[in-house]
């Protein structure tokens, strides 16, 4: 069956640390791939997308994805958080057709 | 890109009662989706709007508790009928150009309380 999931439910980071998000999905192809960002109170916005070509996409606000064919997973990097990125970030596939498929999502606490 | 408009931003409604939400985009779109997000947890799609010819709605979801219209490519409403506390969630309306090498845009959300 199709499906994307995130493993990770809540992370918590110091301002200035490295981050890392990670989305896994299960598909018998390569699917398209998106992270979002929901800030509190607001809609999803695109952070970037991976539809082929160049596996390491770059994004808005600093952030970056790399797309592993081999072990079917598109995480999200910033190499340096700052206290604006506490959000919650959703990977999103799609597969075939028009439908996306949202994880569960990942919460983002930044420490000073 | 795409820009898109939803109102209200935010409700609170006596149970029993209706509630349509409207979604304005800036630009025509081929495709037009409704989800629904209970407090923590993901998106859920209810259906796709479809211009011009009835809503297709996911396993789950029902045109009596929640019909929707697209008159126009630019333009779309759904309506939760008949409110229980169960329906209070955000309500997102997200739209694209469609086919699969295409991002989705969506809309501030709806923050709907039913009491």
């Known amino acids: 069956a199709q499906s994307v999931t995130q493993p990770d439910i809540h992370i918590t980071v110091s301002e200035g640390a490295s981050l890392e998000l990670r989305c896994n999905y299960s598909y018998g192809a390569t699917p398209y791939l998106f992270w979002y960002v929901q800030s509190p109170g607001q809609g999803l916005q695109l952070l970037l997308k991976?539809?082929?070509?160049?596996?390491l996409v770059q994004g808005i606000k600093g952030f970056e994805a790399e797309f592993k064919r081999s072990q079917s997973s598109f995480n999200l990097r910033k190499p340096s958080v700052h206290w604006s990125d506490a959000a919650e970030y959703f990977c999103?596939?799609?597969?075939?057709?028009?439908?996306?498929?949202f994880g569960t999502g990942t919460s983002l606490t930044v420490i000073p | 890109s795409a820009v898109i408009s939803q109102k209200p931003s935010r409700d609170i409604c006596q149970r029993g009662t209706s509630l349509t939400i409207q979604c304005q985009v800036d630009?025509?779109?081929?495709?037009m989706f409704w989800y629904r997000q209970q407090p923590g947890q993901s998106l859920t799609l209810i259906a796709t709007?479809?211009?011009?010819?009835?809503?297709?709605?996911e396993s789950g979801f029902v045109i009596d508790k929640f019909p929707i219209s697209r008159p126009n490519l630019t333009f779309s409403t759904l309506t939760v009928s008949n409110m229980s506390p169960e329906d209070s969630s955000i309500y997102l309306c997200?739209?694209?150009?469609?086919?699969?090498?295409?991002?989705?845009?969506f809309g501030q959300g709806t923050r709907l309380t039913v009491v």
């Open positions: 630009s025509q779109v081929t495709m």
């Open positions: 709007a479809n211009q011009g010819s009835e809503a297709t709605y």
């Open positions: 991976y539809f082929s070509g160049d596996t």
């Open positions: 997200s739209a694209g150009q469609g086919g699969t090498n295409t991002e989705a845009f």
């Open positions: 999103a596939v799609r597969f075939t057709g028009n439908q996306f498929y």
